[in-house]
């Protein structure tokens, strides 16, 4: 069993630190805890992850906090004009995202500082910092424990991944119900989230982030679709990227996707489960985010951009210079050199090809045009 006491006193061992910051963390961590404890029908590997992953949380957050207090000088320091990419899972995020880290102007969240973010990172040393190393040695185990992972997720330590990692510290992250099945701390998750102050402590971590490494932030996550209000209340002139695709063609790409990260933590993972989980998670992202979307676009005009996958594996030129128009800044024939060559680099399917049966996961062909009629009415998609 997860015991939060033997986890809060470990990180505090590690570090040397007592200060998390205030206390808001705790409710969530309680949640997530008692979810982990009572629901995921964890194995041994699943127990190790679950408390690893929490136990970076809790170093990340002392560790953080301590670096705040100070540099007191850190949180005036501005976020401009951020490029939020904020589509539905396996709609094309990742590769877009990937694209524009191209461009040396842009600042991506790397996966090696996203998992260790303090110190912050420096110019002089970002390509050569020793967490590159430790990270790359922990993307080999992932490869190791999950077998085919590279075929659904393009993860590597020096390349971009979704800030979602920014809210495990305050273990208000889609990451955790994404690895296990816990619906009682994911439905707890998906009505508070906006309700928190995730954010602020999101912003604050950027900062910290481009102290000493300054850049365009270009940032990716699906859950930011639960936080659109707050995203613009601490982000007001940012972008926001919405990626669009026929239904058919990632409902069950995502449930094979969850579905691989489950098995490596539980022996009774359920297929069904995970296909109800996925459905309860897309129908409330995209009901969430189209709502506060139409609410807020007209205070908020030419901050909104759509990219159509198909449209974009065919030319995603257009979509890259929509973006740049949009954010104020040129699209430099260097950035668009390297753009070009991570396109012929990074060809579709270079990984292999990724298989999955919708229907394995107890969902229909009804059910997902019932859940997207609005959505494919709005964005002209087709179902399949």
Not at 15 to 33: K, N, S, V
Not at 127 to 133: E, F, G, K, V
């Amino acid at each position: 069993m997860l015991d939060k006491n033997t986890l809060i006193t470990a990180a505090q061992q590690e570090t040397g630190l007592a200060d998390f910051g205030g206390e808001e963390f705790h409710e969530p961590l309680d949640r997530l805890i008692a979810a982990l404890n009572s629901e995921a029908r964890l194995n041994e590997f699943g127990r190790l992850r679950a408390q690893m992953t929490i136990h970076s949380g809790l170093v990340n957050r002392l560790k953080i906090t301590d670096y705040l207090a100070r540099h007191p000088d850190l949180e005036a320091q501005a976020v401009p004009r951020p490029v939020f990419i904020v589509g539905l899972p396996r709609t094309g995020t990742t590769a877009l995202h990937h694209m524009l880290n191209q461009d040396p102007g842009n600042r991506t969240l790397r996966l090696w500082e996203a998992q260790s973010p303090v110190p912050p990172p420096e110019t002089a040393t970002y390509t050569t910092d020793p967490r590159i190393a430790e990270r790359a040695a922990g993307v080999a185990l992932t490869e190791e424990f999950l077998p085919g992972f590279s075929r659904t997720h393009l993860i590597d330590a020096e390349e971009p991944d979704e800030c979602y990692m920014l809210l495990n510290r305050d273990f208000l992250s889609v990451e955790y119900s994404a690895m296990f099945h816990i619906p009682s701390y994911a439905n707890w998750l998906y009505a508070e989230l906006c309700r928190r102050d995730a954010y602020r402590s999101h912003r604050r971590q950027l900062q910290l982030l481009q102290y000493r490494h300054p850049g365009h932030w270009v940032l990716k996550a699906p859950f930011h679709q639960l936080g659109l209000r707050e995203i613009l209340r601490y982000y007001p002139d940012a972008i926001i990227v919405q990626t669009h695709r026929a239904p058919m063609t990632f409902v069950g790409s995502g449930c094979s996707f969850s579905e691989l990260l489950r098995r490596s933590g539980s022996d009774a993972v359920d297929k069904a489960e995970v296909g109800r989980d996925w459905m309860d998670m897309l129908r409330i992202y995209t009901h969430t985010f189209e709502a506060d979307r139409a609410a807020l676009e007209p205070d908020y005009p030419g901050q909104f951009l759509d990219v159509h996958h198909d449209a974009f594996v065919t030319d995603p030129w257009p979509a890259v210079e929509a973006i740049y128009a949009a954010r104020g800044t040129p699209l430099s024939a260097l950035a668009r050199e390297g753009m070009s060559r991570w396109l012929r680099e990074h060809p579709k399917g270079k990984h292999g090809r990724h298989e999955y049966r919708l229907e394995d996961y107890g969902i229909s062909r009804g059910e997902v045009a019932t859940l997207f009629v609005d959505y494919m009415a709005r964005y002209g998609l087709d179902l399949d």
